[in-house]
């Protein structure tokens, strides 16, 4: 008779397989001598999330901004902001998340499979997607994969509990993504005798919330959606919907999702189940390739491939075709090759958060401890979260001016008079990062990254000064700077 685990040792099954993360933590604890998130956009969050608690909404005191591209989650780290520990929070609810995620998957598999196999291909599931390097992101899309396997492992039960539709609600408030997963689920339960009352309630939930935001935005004369959703993708986006150019190049670089997502459709109708086939692979795979995006540290597409591997193993293990062994072999072949990129983001995690720790926050550290001025930059987490004056945000996450006046191609030098009236005259920025920069500006040095570029864009921050007297006020700032430690002498050079 074959082993079944009771549910405290099914417990400690998912406690293990959750472990990785836990593991993760502490190399990035080693590497950067304490918690250094490997990605700078955790601390526009936490800063957007201070302000909040405050009773505003922006990154600057008496300036609205929308620097983050989820409405849920920078509400649900404010109410901790005033305390020290702050930085923490979410690392901790991203350590619940992937606990969470390798529960529900540990309990699918284990139907499938002895469960000392299911602890197993569960690891490895949680690896190839990423998850266990998404905790150590500090952003939202850890939750984002975890309601998202919520969901399309309800379905795969057709158990519609409180954890699937809160789930369904909360994950586009999470991400905007999840409305390619929501809006194709409310539309298929809605066709499903004894879930339409729900669904319609569940639907009229999401679209006052991402309505209401969206009026909340524009009525502080922004467009509909934040401006760091318009920053990262480009604000030519749109147009390249339009012209099918985001759509094309994200079926080239997730090539396994489409096909994983045809074959389990192909299945799904010669199961005669059309709804299936159509509304929940079909459209929620069309609406992420068409709106979504790939990569950027294994965290876009992370959501897509969880959902449509859940369907198509789902699937898959209601035929016959799992008998043929070859076949199987196959799979997981592929499922590892499609993989490879993520598993190396998730082992270079704890030189990501070395990178962060070593180029954005030395710069928050120099504002902060040295400088102690408003400022123009482009990496703006750590500077924000550290600096108490005004951050002038060069790449338009927290300034829709800036990204307005950038994307016109005749704006010319656009920054030098923002600047000004802004009255800032200190910036750190990418070089390549503004195309033409003011002539008054003084090069007074250069923060160069010690080790090797895993997440930055580029291994060299600049800092200029708009007059001579504020490059002589950086230039002492900067002289404190390298006399704090061997390691910032290293790295920083002054101009002659």
């Known amino acids: 008779m074959p082993w079944r685990p009771s549910s405290q040792q099914f417990n400690w099954l998912a406690l293990f397989a959750a472990a990785p993360a836990l593991v993760l933590t502490a190399q990035v604890y080693v590497t950067t001598s304490g918690i250094v998130y ?53 690392l901790a609810l991203n350590l619940v998340s992937i606990l969470v995620a390798v529960w529900w998957l540990l309990r699918w598999l ?31 899309n850890s939750w984002q994969v975890t309601l998202t396997i919520v969901i399309a492992l309800s379905l795969v039960h057709g158990r519609f509990t409180l954890a699937f539709w809160t789930s369904l609600v909360v994950l586009p408030l999470l991400r905007y993504e999840g409305l390619a997963i929501s809006l194709p689920v409310l539309a298929y339960l809605v066709l499903m005798p004894g879930q339409r009352l729900m669904a319609v309630l569940a639907g009229g939930i999401i679209a006052a919330a991402v309505g209401g935001f969206s009026l909340f935005l524009y009525s502080h004369g922004h467009s509909f959606l934040p401006s760091s959703v ?26 396994f999702l489409v096909v994983c997502a045809a074959a389990a459709a192909v299945l799904y109708l010669h199961q005669s189940k059309y709804k299936e086939a159509v509304l929940l692979v079909g459209l929620p795979t069309l609406l992420h390739l068409t709106f979504g995006s790939y990569g950027w540290f294994g965290r876009y597409h992370i959501y897509a491939y969880a959902w449509v591997l859940i369907l198509f193993v789902a699937v898959y293990a209601r035929t016959r075709l799992y008998q043929v062994v070859f076949l199987n072999v196959v799979l997981v072949v592929c499922l590892g090759v499609s993989s490879i990129e993520n598993i190396k983001v998730t082992l270079n995690t704890a030189s990501a958060s070395r990178n962060i720790h070593d180029q954005q926050r030395q710069m928050g550290l120099i504002l902060r401890d040295h400088l102690d001025e408003p400022v123009a930059a482009n990496d703006i987490g750590f500077v924000v979260l550290y600096g108490r004056h005004y951050v002038l945000d060069v790449l338009g996450l927290a300034s829709y001016e800036a990204l307005r006046r950038q994307a016109d191609p005749a704006a010319g030098d656009w920054l030098g008079p923002l600047m000004e009236a802004k009255k800032v005259e200190q910036v750190m920025i990418y070089d390549d990062w503004v195309r033409q920069k003011p002539a008054n500006w003084i090069r007074v040095a250069t923060l160069t990254l010690p080790g090797s570029k895993v997440v930055v864009p580029f291994d060299q921050v600049d800092f200029y000064s708009a007059n001579p007297a504020a490059a002589a006020r950086m230039r002492k700032a900067l002289i404190e700077y390298r006399k704090g430690s061997r390691q910032a002498a290293k790295m920083l050079t002054l101009e002659p």
Request: aromatic content about 14%; hydrophobic content about 50%.
């Open 110 to 140: 284990s139907d499938l499979m002895p469960p000392i196999w299911a602890f197993f291909a569960t690891t490895a599931v949680a690896l190839s997607l990423n998850l266990y390097g998404l905790v150590l992101t500090g952003m939202e």
């Open 38 to 90: 490997s990605l700078d956009d955790a601390y526009i969050h936490l800063a957007l999330a201070r302000h909040i608690l405050n009773g505003h909404y922006g990154i600057n005191p008496g300036e609205f901004s929308a620097p983050s591209s989820s409405i849920l989650w920078p509400f649900v780290l404010a109410p901790f902001t005033f305390t020290r520990w702050s930085e923490f929070l979410p």
């Open 230 to 255: 318009f920053a990262k993708k480009g604000v030519s986006f749109m147009s390249d919907i339009g012209r099918s150019t985001a759509i094309e190049h994200n079926v080239r670089m997730q090539l």
